[in-house]
């Protein structure tokens, strides 16, 4: 059974940079296109980030974070990473690893169970 841990959430402030990690347990993580999402409030849309290829040669981001986040992955690890520059406060949200992410949908079949991002102004 496939699960998903993310870590690195905190409180910063805005300006600074800040690494998400999310580990994968439990099934071929090669065979997978990864992700994040964000939820910015209780009841508010999960918000696609970003995603990456299995091979790590492709990326996507979305509008907001296009230039300031970065998704990374390491196949020999199981391990994909968001790093996150030039924070504002309007990133604060709880932040979701996704796996089994379809390419232009978005759609995603596990999840984390998400870390907490502060970005005080």
């Known amino acids: 059974q496939v699960q998903l841990v993310e870590s690195g959430g905190g409180l910063v402030q805005s300006g600074d940079s800040l690494t998400l990690a999310c580990e994968f347990f439990g099934g071929a993580f090669y065979d997978y296109t990864m992700g994040w999402f964000r939820r910015q409030a209780p009841g508010k849309e999960r918000e696609f980030l970003a995603a990456i290829s299995w091979t790590g040669r492709n990326t996507y981001y979305s509008d907001p974070v296009k230039g300031r986040f970065t998704i990374s992955r390491d196949n020999s690890k199981n391990t994909v990473s968001l790093q996150m520059n030039s924070l504002k406060p309007e990133d604060t949200a709880v932040y979701y690893c996704?796996?089994?992410?379809?390419?232009?949908?978005?759609?995603?079949?596990?999840w984390g169970q998400g870390t907490q991002v502060t970005v005080s102004s």
């Open positions: 996704a796996g089994d992410v379809q390419w232009r949908s978005w759609e995603s079949h596990y």
